[in-house]
């Protein structure tokens, strides 16, 4: 008998049970949870020591889960906006009242405007395949409603890796132990992937040596044997130089290359334009370290690559990536065990999304919008036709998380706007509904869980039932589609229905595998090949690696987290079929003049202690995240007079917001660094980072350059 089965056994005959769960926040990790249930009531969270990638650890976020399901602050009942919009003062109503209402503003705005006048605004609040990124999707496309496109995260990312790679998962990351040679390229993994950690402080025991590439000396920078500091947004330059030295000096693995890449002539004309002097000056990286990095991640092998998500959101982000991804090919990184490259693994689960979001329901040439464009949408700045007069926000918090925050609050600000939030707290966003509707926590419901950053399907079984009058997403859209008069089957469906038909059973990463098993079992490994490019084999039109992209001829596209088929491939001017490096596009020499007004850069980073926006409000994670913080270098905190721990202003002409100077050598001069989370209405100024940032698309995949970002800093009025 394992651990856990004598636990459990042991609990159930003290009147307690446990039940098995999987996190549902939008991190790498999905962690197996385990819920300890007496008397109706969840009396504490666990890992769930059998699971093999997680090993019964939680995060220091999750660990205190429970504080978030019986927070006082949670929504619990539907809730209708009384005072002015943002004010927050709402009055109880009960569901039959908000439907009705619901459904008889989408009707009126229907018929005045159009189907297309309506917006629905979700993420990856919750990562289930019922709950999740999609669980409206069929019922908006039914509606006619305007499709968004959402590549709030990783589309940039994830478009450079398809156009390379295609759609194949990577390398495992259990598999990391092998490895010899481990590059963490723009990823703070202590922070953000923690479950990686262990796996590769035991390569590291064995022998590995852990490089961080990043701009920012973060805790996992810290940790590192070598740290190399580049320069933002040039990192597609110090790859092509990697390339550069691994070609001159003969060290790529020609056999791999010839039978399993195409384009090797081209990429090694474009790398010839990189030798290390020249990539230096870019990056601030010194010449012997490009050549000492080239050198070791050639020979060093089993070596592998994990990027994060952050080099997209630099204007050449999307093309850095491409550059980054043709390394493991050119030394046969992937020929070994532990060996490769990983960026996020869903691609190989085997989920029908399309079961889910109903792509056949959207009218042949409904609009689409882009979700960092919203503040534009709801201001009219993008001049639409009709103009949004209702969002239906769910598993997202736009007023934080998307960039340009004046221009979504002086939209959510519009009184002719119908504004519906799902949530389970009243984040900013919230207090601007019109119509609030109170979410359930992940331990109130049923899911099956994938992963973006490892290989198991996770059931998420309900160990309380739900608290007030708060439902879950999937349940949430059976009931509008039910008001709305929606007759086709698909809105009929249970959630077990739509599980079975969104996993395709017949796969063969899932041989001998049904529902039945998973929720017994609480989770199962996909079946994938360890070494899945050893002999080429990858999911592209060519086969192999394409150096020399043949999806860029085609034209641009797009392939955000989630697609929905049509958004695939878009017309337009055919993309560079060949990684290149594009200088940050808000500083010199581009704009010169707001480069003098803007002089430093700021880039965003995840927080330690939330999930994006999640947990900043709860006060146990507010502490152990402490006060919203901007790193700044010495020499430019001088410059400013502005001095460690007072409070400073960091804008440019799209907003401001203000946080406490951290001064120190973490950052280089010239950059600035902030993380993002925190709530706008429990900040200093009323405003947090996404006041600054810019929403200008970056190179590939529609992401925002959001990094991409000049400001000034100086001290905040209240200090002097
Ligand atoms: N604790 C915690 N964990 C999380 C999240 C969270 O909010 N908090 N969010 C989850 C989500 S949604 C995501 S997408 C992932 C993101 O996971 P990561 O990608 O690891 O997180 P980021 O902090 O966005 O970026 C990682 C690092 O990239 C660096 N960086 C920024 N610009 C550049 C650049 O131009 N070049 C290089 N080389 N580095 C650069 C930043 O300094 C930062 O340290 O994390 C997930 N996990
Ligand atoms: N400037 C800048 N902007 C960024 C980024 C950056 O690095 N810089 N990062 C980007 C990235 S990587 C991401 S992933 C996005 C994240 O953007 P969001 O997905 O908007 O981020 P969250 O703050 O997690 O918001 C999710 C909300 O969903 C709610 N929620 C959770 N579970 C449920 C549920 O079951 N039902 C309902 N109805 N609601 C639920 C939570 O309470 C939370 O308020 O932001 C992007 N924005
Ligand atoms: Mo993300």
Not at 123 to 140: K, T, V
Not at 439 to 463: R, V
Not at 495 to 503: F, G, P, S
Request: glycine share 8%; aromatic share 8%.
């Amino acid at each position: 008998m394992t651990e856990t089965a004598e636990t459990l056994d042991n609990t159930i005959s003290a009147g307690k049970t446990v039940i098995k769960g999987a996190c549902p926040h939008d991190c790498p990790d999905t962690c197996a949870m385990l819920t300890t249930v007496q008397d109706g009531s969840a009396i504490s969270v666990s890992g769930n020591a059998d699971y093999p990638y997680t090993k019964g650890t939680l995060c220091g976020k999750v660990d205190k889960y429970l504080h978030r399901v019986y927070s006082p602050d949670r929504i619990l009942y539907p809730l209708r906006q009384v005072g002015p919009k943002g004010c927050g003062r709402f009055q109880q109503i009960s569901w039959d009242e908000a439907l009705d209402e619901i459904a008889e503003r989408f009707e009126s705005i229907i018929a005045d405007y159009g189907s297309e006048a309506i917006l629905s605004c979700n993420y990856l609040g919750q990562q289930g395949i019922l709950n999740g990124i999609a669980s409206g999707d069929a019922f908006f496309n039914r509606l006619g409603a305007s499709v968004s496109e959402r590549t709030l995260c990783n589309s940039g990312t994830r478009t450079a890796y398809f156009m390379t790679f295609g759609a194949t998962p990577g390398t495992d990351p259990e598999q990391f132990i092998h490895a010899k040679y481990i590059i963490l390229w723009a990823c703070n993994a202590i922070s953000t992937n923690l479950h990686l950690w262990p796996i590769i402080s035991e390569a590291r025991k064995q022998g590995a040596k852990l490089v961080v590439i990043d701009p920012f000396q973060t805790r996992t920078a810290k940790q590192a044997d070598w740290h190399i500091s580049v320069r933002p947004g040039t990192d597609g330059a110090l790859a092509l130089g990697m390339m550069h030295v691994i070609i001159q000096q003969d060290l790529i693995d020609t056999d791999y290359v010839e039978k399993y890449t195409i384009g090797y002539e081209q990429l090694k004309a474009r790398a010839r334009e990189f030798p290390p002097e020249r990539v230096a000056k870019i990056t601030g990286v010194s010449v012997e370290d490009i050549i000492r990095l080239a050198q070791e991640y050639a020979t060093a092998q089993p070596a592998v690559i994990r990027i994060g998500v952050a080099l997209e959101r630099q204007a050449g982000g999307g093309q850095a990536v491409r550059a980054i991804c043709c390394l493991p090919a050119l030394v046969g990184a992937w020929r070994h065990l532990g060996g490769g490259f990983l960026q996020v693994t869903n691609w190989a689960f085997p989920i029908q999304w399309n079961a889910i979001q109903r792509p056949d329901f959207i009218k042949p040439g409904t609009r689409v919008i882009n979700l960092w464009q919203l503040g534009a949408a709801l201001t009219g700045e993008l001049e639409l036709n009709p103009p949004i007069k209702s969002l239906f926000v769910y598993n997202c918090n736009p007023l934080v998380m998307i960039a340009e925050q004046e221009k979504i609050v002086a939209g959510l600000q519009r009184d002719d706007l119908f504004t519906i939030v799902s949530e389970q707290f009243m984040t900013d966003t919230a207090d601007f509904a019109d119509i609030v509707l109170p979410a359930t926590t992940q331990i109130e419901q049923f899911d099956l869980m994938y992963s973006w950053g490892q290989l198991y399907l996770t059931a998420n079984l309900p160990a309380i039932p739900p608290i007030g009058a708060a439902i879950p997403n999937a349940k949430l859209f059976r009931k509008l589609a039910a008001r709305m008069g929606f007759e086709e089957e698909h809105f009929k469906l249970t959630d077990e229905e739509l599980i079975q038909k969104a996993i395709d059973w017949s796969s063969p990463t899932l041989q001998g595998v049904d529902l039945e098993l998973i929720k017994q079992q609480g989770f199962v490994k996909l079946h994938i090949d360890p070494t899945p490019h050893a002999a080429g084999n990858f999911a592209t039109p060519s086969g192999k690696c394409e150096f020399f992209s043949s999806k860029a001829l085609q034209g641009n596209f797009v392939m955000p987290f989630l697609r929905q088929g049509y958004t695939e491939m878009q017309s337009g001017e055919p993309l560079d079929p060949l990684p290149n490096y594009t200088p940050l596009r808000e500083s010199c020499p581009s704009d010169p003049e707001r480069a003098s007004r803007y002089p430093l850069n700021l880039i965003s980073a995840k927080s330690h202690a939330f999930i994006n926006s999640c947990y900043g409000n709860l006060p146990k994670h507010k502490r152990m995240e402490g006060a919203p913080r901007v790193f700044i270098h010495p020499e430019d905190a001088a410059h400013r007079s502005i001095e460690h721990g007072q409070l400073v202003k960091v804008f440019n002409d799209r907003g401001a917001f203000e946080v406490i100077a951290h001064v120190g050598n973490e950052v280089q001069p010239g950059v600035v660094v902030a993380s993002l989370g925190h709530w706008r209405k429990l900040s200093h100024s009323n405003s947090s980072l996404n006041a600054v940032a810019s929403s200008v698309f970056a190179d590939l995949g529609r992401a925002a350059a959001v990094s991409d970002t000049l400001v000034e800093v100086i001290l905040a009025r209240r200090n002097c």
